[in-house]
């Protein structure tokens, strides 16, 4: 693979979906240190909300330490350079939620949806573009249709007003083949002035290698986070892309030993748990699974005696798409009780 | 002279079809209109072979034949945008309305909750909230009347299927009108409300969580208790409305999941969202047909 002389723009995920590990208990000290050493360490965007994005806090998803205006109002003044996004699901948060963000000095948005309902983020692309953010479609759940799904749906967000368009292996689920085809359908057909962008996880342990046949498939932004903390065994850890990246002569213009330090001195220390393909964050890549349910199906395990990799291998059969977190509790109890549990 | 209320449907979508159905079997309100804007519409040529008048020409066209056909009820299932216009020509010649829309302009109405006060208090506007609404305020409610809530939660998840386009160009009116219910009907003092739109196929049955956090320690056996008559009330107009696990206790967490199958009338059986809100329509009518059969209140005076 050449892909010497490129530019690409890495977008850190570690205060967003890092949420969903810390079970969105990040302290306000923690996201500015964190935030301020990656904006040291060269990084361009970093991204900062609740695991759910906007208006996520819920008990559904989890109460967070702090609100998002108490994050993006503590972070964003701190940046030198960086640029701070926020996450918006609709359904979960509003246009209002959109506002307090860009009050905030929040500089891009990324609006959400499932791959096939992109025509529920008219209103909130809208806004955006039309407050002149930097405003990016999220397809969620990517691998669960073809590339020619994505691309309309992409065409859609682009309508409405995106400039940059992602295809999202939120499950982990992906091989490079599949992220080659579907960043490269997008690159092809889309307007050259729009910007394709990638997000992975490393349930299959294929983050990097999906990053890079996205880079290659002409994505350029590339989404991941320092030490991989995200949900499930975690996004595409940006120090060892960024080490990938020196070596294959692409450039991020991010400190590679600085990007290290982050990683090692910040964020490994306040990690509840290893970050890691255990079973069952395998469990989410190979049975195509949202990876934030991971956390709620091992609680779900410790309380009505379920394992968590049947939970999460029954919501792959059923189909379930990002935020159904509800769904886990609800099926762990009719298992427990089929198998007379309770 | 019957006792049945002669009423009006305007929009004849999905929603007004379905509704159009299940008037035909009501015992308390005869289907005589149905209106719409294009005299092309399916819609409007399917109530033509069910037997009652068309109007292709808006709420403006029915406007002269509202005394002659002694229209009592109208239920708007058009959009938010067009509703209050709709709503004050109507209300003007004594009908009362009944919204499907999200506009809110009359008071939330979930039949098993605060019907019953609509109907004695001859509310003219009254608005059926959301689909969400109607599938989980009765839950909110059940533990609220046992004791204080201070917040509630729900989460609507319905299958792409029955998503129709108005609601997708406005998604942040269902999440603001839901959770405003669920504190105002429900008795929260704060709500939050999450729609999630599923595309599996076969489309998956509308199904709803509840969560509800009381100020002081849940009372178990009274809220189980509430829970299942409040259940038991919905299913009085809704068959397939199920509590498939809980009440489920955690600390002052109260949890509810439910399912909800609709009739299969004219949307099919998963559509339990869009079915819940027609029978939460037509029940709301009946209960002011009953009500004005009883004598327990005077419908405006006609000449």
Redesign the interface.
């Known amino acids: 693979m050449n892909l010497n002389g490129k530019t690409v723009t890495l977008h850190d995920m570690s205060l967003r979906d890092g949420m969903h590990a810390k079970r969105h208990q990040i302290s306000l000290d923690q996201m500015v240190s964190i935030a301020s050493a990656m904006d040291e360490a060269g990084m361009p965007l970093i991204e900062v909300t609740h695991g759910d994005g906007l208006g996520g806090r819920s008990l559904n998803y989890g109460f967070p330490a702090h609100s998002d205006e108490e994050y993006l109002s503590a972070v964003v003044p701190k940046m030198k350079n960086a640029k701070i996004s926020a996450l918006l699901l609709p359904g979960i948060g509003t246009v209002d939620h959109l506002k307090m963000a860009k009050d905030c000095g929040v500089s891009t948005i990324r609006v959400a949806t499932h791959c096939t309902e992109a025509d529920v983020s008219e209103q909130h692309i809208g806004m955006a573009a039309k407050m002149e953010m930097d405003t990016v479609g999220f397809l969620m759940m990517a691998h669960m249709v073809s590339p020619e799904k994505i691309l309309e749906q992409a065409k859609l967000m682009v309508g409405y007003g995106a400039n940059c368009i992602y295809a999202t292996d939120s499950a982990g689920y992906m091989l490079p083949d599949e992220v080659t085809a579907k960043i490269g359908l997008l690159r092809a057909e889309l307007p050259s002035n729009i910007e394709v962008g990638f997000h992975g996880h490393h349930n299959m342990g294929m983050a990097i290698a999906n990053s890079l046949a996205a880079i290659e498939a002409g994505a350029s932004r590339i989404d991941g986070s320092v030490a991989g903390l995200g949900a499930g065994a975690g996004n595409t850890p940006l120090e060892v892309f960024c080490a990938v990246l020196e070596r294959m002569g692409v450039e991020t213009g991010v400190d590679l030993y600085k990007i290290m330090d982050v990683a090692e001195d910040l964020i490994v220390p306040m990690m509840d748990q290893p970050i890691r393909v255990d079973r069952n964050a395998l469990t989410l890549g190979y049975a195509g699974v949202y990876s934030s349910f991971l956390l709620f199906a091992e609680r779900a395990e410790k309380k009505y005696g379920i394992s968590a990799r049947d939970i999460l291998v029954e919501l792959g059969r059923r189909g379930t798409v990002g935020g159904q977190e509800d769904m886990i509790e609800d099926l762990a109890l009719t298992m427990a009780k089929e198998k007379g549990l309770i | 002279m019957s006792k049945k209320l002669k009423a009006v449907i305007i929009g004849p979508g999905n929603i007004g079809t379905d509704l159009l159905m299940k008037m035909q079997r009501s015992e308390w309100i005869e289907p005589v209109w149905m209106v719409g804007i294009d005299p092309e519409s399916e819609g409007l040529k399917r109530a033509e072979e069910m037997g009652i008048k068309t109007c292709a020409t808006g709420v403006d066209g029915i406007l002269s034949h509202v005394i002659e056909d002694d229209i009592r009820v109208a239920f708007d299932a058009t959009s938010a945008y067009v509703h209050a216009e709709n709503s004050r020509k109507l209300n003007e010649l004594g009908v009362i309305m009944v919204d499907l829309t999200p506009a809110a302009v009359g008071p939330f109405c979930v039949p098993p909750v605060n019907l019953a006060d609509h109907a004695k208090n001859l509310e003219m506007n009254v608005n059926m909230v959301t689909c969400g609404g109607q599938a989980t305020i009765p839950m909110v409610a059940a533990v609220s009347r046992v004791q204080p809530v201070e917040?509630g939660?729900i989460?609507a998840?319905v299958s792409?299927r029955s998503v129709g386009?108005g609601t997708?160009?406005?998604?942040?009116e269902?999440?603001?009108t839901t959770a405003g219910a669920v504190e105002k009907v429900g008795g929260a003092k704060e709500g939050?409300a999450?729609?999630?739109?599923?595309?599996?196929?076969p489309p998956?049955m509308m199904?709803d969580?509840i969560?509800c956090?009381t100020e002081s320690e849940p009372d178990q056996a009274a809220i189980t208790e509430s829970v299942h008559a409040m259940v038991k009330e919905v299913q009085k107009y809704v068959p397939g409305y199920t509590l498939?696990?809980?009440p489920?206790f955690d600390g002052n967490?109260v949890?509810c999941?439910m399912q909800v199958e609709g009739l299969g009338d004219f949307l099919p059986k998963y559509a339990g969202n869009l079915d819940i809100m027609t029978a939460a329509g037509l029940r709301t009518a009946e209960m002011f047909a009953e009500e004005a059969a009883n004598g327990t209140i005077t419908l405006p005076a006609r000449g």
Do not use: C, M, W
């Open positions: 917040y939660e989460i998840t792409s386009p997708r160009q406005n998604i942040d269902f999440t603001r939050k999450i729609i999630i739109i599923n595309p599996a196929e998956l199904r969580t969560h956090l498939v696990n809980g489920i967490k949890s999941f």
